[in-house]
């Protein structure tokens, strides 16, 4: 075969590697996964035979695992935050493109599946849903951009390993085998539209329009998540070559099965939520996923004026507290005792002052006079004048 050596394993077989790739098996997607039909042309290396039951008992136990240990986190978000629910999804995205690059699968009748995408990329499309739902978009962008951040540094990584390691010792360099970058690319941009696609659907599925039961809502999404992964990357990394209609063919029944047993999980754990915290589902914009961070800023603006706006409010009213504080002293003042002198009618003040009545009223009140003459005074201290009245 042109492009081709064989190779001699010590069971006494001959195993076929490609020499561009250095690799024993198909290129595989390291994302989101592939799921291959046993019909495409490809050699596997040689293991130990098990039976086609224990791989498939092994291969549930982990997918179990692995999801219970996303939704867990999630669920513990109101105690511990969202930090470490990122640092796993961080984690689990490396661990699924190590697993993928490895060529780790289960083969069934008709089907391959891959072990980092029925595990781990699964774990990881389930952990971005939930947090979608009930944090929102801003903190979902956070869990993107955490995925797609490790999914970038990993290849670097193997990249810079395999080059050391051809440097140190040519025979060593297939422990880390080099992915194309076609096919890197494709599972880059194909998990990121998938992830911008599960919100999407997920909000416009929920119009009220439509009237989508809850369930059937949450499986749709996941379900059209899947599907639109295997059109974008199949399409990326395979179009054109001779075994793209059987991968595509293959992968959509694969991703059927893995939405139907992952479906239960993702359901029961939003019911579940629902519950027990009593978190409605919001309903927002059908691209509420894309808004700008200007939004944000908008609140946190809106916010700021608010506060500022009771911040004046909070020393109007405590110079309104002190003035009334202040005229209730004097009122006191005023209502209290007064030493007044017998003849003259003057206040003494706490000082030992004397004042006239009209002046200490005046300073410890509001209160103005005015002078005039009464009656009886007129009489006695002006009688021409008060004959003539």
Same mark, same amino acid.
């Not at 194309?180 to 599972?187: K, M």
């Given at each position: ?59 549930? !136990? ?45 083969? #069934? ?16 499309? #389930? ?23 490790? $999914? ?170 002190? !003035? ?17 002198? !017998? ?21 410890? !009140?509001?209160?103005?006079? $005015? ?19």
């Amino acid at each position: 075969m042109a492009g081709s050596t064989t190779e001699q394993v010590p069971n006494g077989k001959t195993i076929r590697a490609n020499r561009r790739t250095n690799e024993n098996v198909l290129p595989v997607r390291h994302i989101s996964g592939i799921s291959l039909s046993s019909r495409v042309p490809q050699v596997c290396n040689e293991s130990p035979q098990k039976s086609m039951d224990s791989e498939l008992l092994i291969l549930i !136990s982990e997918a179990i695992a692995a999801y219970f240990l996303v939704l867990l986190a999630h669920s513990l978000r109101g105690r511990l935050g969202l930090a470490h629910f990122y640092a796993l999804i961080g984690s689990l995205t490396a661990v699924m493109v190590w697993t993928t690059d490895a060529g780790v699968k289960v083969e #069934l009748p008709g089907v391959s599946l891959m072990v980092g995408s029925t595990v781990f990329y699964t774990a990881l499309l #389930l952990g971005v849903f939930v947090v979608y739902v009930f944090d929102g978009p801003r903190a979902t962008r956070i869990a993107i951009s955490t995925i797609i951040g490790v $999914s970038i540094m990993v290849p670097i990584v193997t990249m810079i390993l395999h080059w050391q390691i051809k440097l140190a010792g040519p025979g060593q360099t297939h422990y880390f085998p080099p992915q194309s970058l076609r096919i890197y690319s494709a599972s880059i941009f194909a998990a990121f539209a998938d992830l911008i696609f599960l919100a999407i659907a997920w909000e416009f599925l929920g119009k009220p329009q439509f009237k989508v039961k809850l369930w059937l809502r949450a499986f749709l999404t996941l379900l059209g998540v899947m599907w639109l992964d295997v059109v974008l990357f199949a399409t990326g990394a395979f179009g054109g070559t001779a075994h793209y209609t059987e991968i595509m063919t293959g992968t959509f029944v694969s991703r059927l099965g893995i939405s139907i047993f992952a479906f239960p999980f993702l359901y029961f754990y939003i019911t579940w939520q629902n519950r027990r915290y009593g978190m409605e589902i919001e309903h927002r914009p059908v691209l509420a996923i894309l808004k700008e961070v200007s939004e944000v800023r908008l609140e946190l603006s809106l916010a700021q004026q608010e506060i500022e706006r009771r911040k004046a409010l909070e020393k109007e009213n405590e110079s309104l507290i002190g !003035s009334l504080q202040k005229a209730l002293q004097e009122v006191k003042t005023l209502r209290g005792i007064l030493p007044t002198c !017998s003849y003259c009618k003057n206040i003494r003040d706490e000082e030992g002052c004397w004042h006239q009545l009209e002046n200490y009223i005046q300073r410890h !009140s509001d209160a103005k006079f $005015s002078h005039g003459i009464c009656e009886p005074c007129m009489k006695k201290h002006f009688p021409d004048i008060s004959a003539r009245f």
